[in-house]
């Protein structure tokens, strides 16, 4: 499988398949293929449904297979962002943000992932569930506004306001850290808890969560009054 990123704010991956190659999305995640391209709907099981349910994204995905000959087929992202391939491998597993998940090679397995302590389920802005990504082929993922990338070494930290962690690697760990000082709380504005990732491993961060967006825009958007 060959792929292209195209359309800058508005992205789009852009995948050519050999005969026989086969890609899955989420259902609806499909925006244009060649004609050759056969859909199936598949479930893959009661626990993986379950997970799906659990981490907000559709019970069912959609396989895509070439039949006949190369086929092509397009993923377009939901929101004004970017787009992000990922390289997963039995070394290489990554924990995205839930409904990140745009589409993948066969070889990729999608699950839920709980948080394992409480206090980034509750404050992190993450919540409890998010995604894994494990096996072996490409995924992928859909951020929020531009994506920014860094490389943790062993023990090394970044603290991250609410919502902009979108992935990180399956190496890293992810806590709660309280902002300081009475007079930061009140009057900061960055709330009562940032996010602290620690490493080693990859970090992306997105620079527009759409919670953020819709705070921003809210105060502009008329409100209907109910008439008597």
Same mark, same amino acid.
Request: glycine share 26%; no cysteine.
């Given at each position: 499988m060959k792929y292209e990123i195209k359309g800058g704010s508005f992205p789009v991956a852009v995948c050519q398949l050999d005969a026989g190659e086969t890609m899955i999305t989420e259902g609806g995640g499909m925006s244009w293929m060649s004609p050759n391209m056969k859909m199936d709907t598949i479930g893959g099981g009661m626990s993986k449904i379950l997970g799906r349910m659990f981490s907000g994204e559709k019970i069912f995905q959609n396989k895509y297979t070439a039949e006949g000959g190369n086929g092509e087929i397009a993923f377009a992202s939901s929101f004004p962002g970017d787009i992000l391939a990922l390289e997963v491998s039995p070394n290489n597993d990554y924990i995205v943000q839930k409904s990140a998940f745009l589409a993948s090679t066969t070889g990729v397995d999608l699950s839920v992932f709980f948080q394992k302590k409480l206090g980034s389920g509750f404050f992190g802005g993450e919540g409890f569930i998010m995604q894994k990504l494990s096996g072996n082929g490409i995924a992928f993922i859909e951020i929020d506004g531009s994506a920014v990338e860094y490389e943790l070494a062993p023990g090394q930290q970044i603290v991250v306001d609410t919502g902009h962690v979108v992935m990180i690697s399956g190496s890293c760990s992810m806590d709660v850290q309280t902002v300081k @000082?009475?007079? *930061?709380? #009140? &009057? =900061? @504005?960055? @709330? #009562? &808890? *940032?996010?602290?990732?620690? =490493?080693p491993g990859k970090v992306v961060l997105q620079t527009i969560p759409t919670v953020k967006l819709a705070e921003a825009i809210a105060p502009y958007i008329p409100t209907q009054s109910s008439s008597n």
């Open positions: @000082g009475a007079k *930061n709380i #009140l &009057f =900061g @504005g960055e @709330g #009562l &808890f *940032n996010t602290v990732v620690t =490493g």
